[in-house]
């Protein structure tokens, strides 16, 4: 008999709907008031300035870590876009085929000093 009765206190609506800390609904947010326009003290550049900050600061973070940072001496998933990048870096450094070629032709003709030309 005690267990019927203990399970038909718990199981009634009554002691799964109980509300231990408030009996009553909480109150409604009040609305601002039209004269009070919520003024800030900071000054308007502020907001500004921190949105261009990050827009700066996170992807120059994620090129850091993408291009800079060492994760060691291993394989790792930003070793294709290192190396694409190096391969970018010393392409623009140097000279492709056709300018090295030209660059022997004139290391192989003369050159005449002004010197030379006037007398």
Same mark, same amino acid.
């Given at each position: 008999?005690?267990g019927? $009765?203990?399970? $038909?206190?718990?199981?009634? $609506?009554?002691?799964?709907? +109980? $509300?231990?800390?408030s ?7 009040? @609305?601002? @008031?039209? !004269?009070e326009?919520? !003024? !800030?003290? +900071? ?7 921190? +949105?261009l900050v990050?827009?700066?600061?996170? @992807?120059g973070?994620g090129?850091?870590s993408?291009?800079?940072?060492d ?6 998933v930003?070793?294709p876009?290192?190396?694409w990048g190096a391969?970018?870096?010393?392409g623009?450094f ?7 070629r030209l660059?022997?032709?004139d ?6 000093s002004?010197s030379?030309?006037?007398?």
């Amino acid at each position: 008999m005690l267990g019927f $009765r203990t399970a $038909r206190i718990l199981l009634s $609506r009554r002691a799964l709907s +109980r $509300r231990h800390l408030s009996t009553e609904a909480p109150p409604a947010p009040r @609305p601002m @008031p039209k !004269d009070e326009t919520g !003024d !800030d003290f +900071r000054p308007s550049w502020v907001y500004l300035g921190s +949105r261009l900050v990050s827009w700066v600061v996170i @992807p120059g973070t994620g090129l850091y870590s993408i291009f800079f940072y060492d994760f060691g001496d291993h394989e790792h998933v930003f070793q294709p876009v290192r190396r694409w990048g190096a391969d970018t870096v010393n392409g623009f450094f140097s000279l492709s085929s056709s300018e090295k070629r030209l660059q022997l032709e004139d290391a192989s003709t003369p050159q005449f000093s002004d010197s030379e030309t006037t007398a």
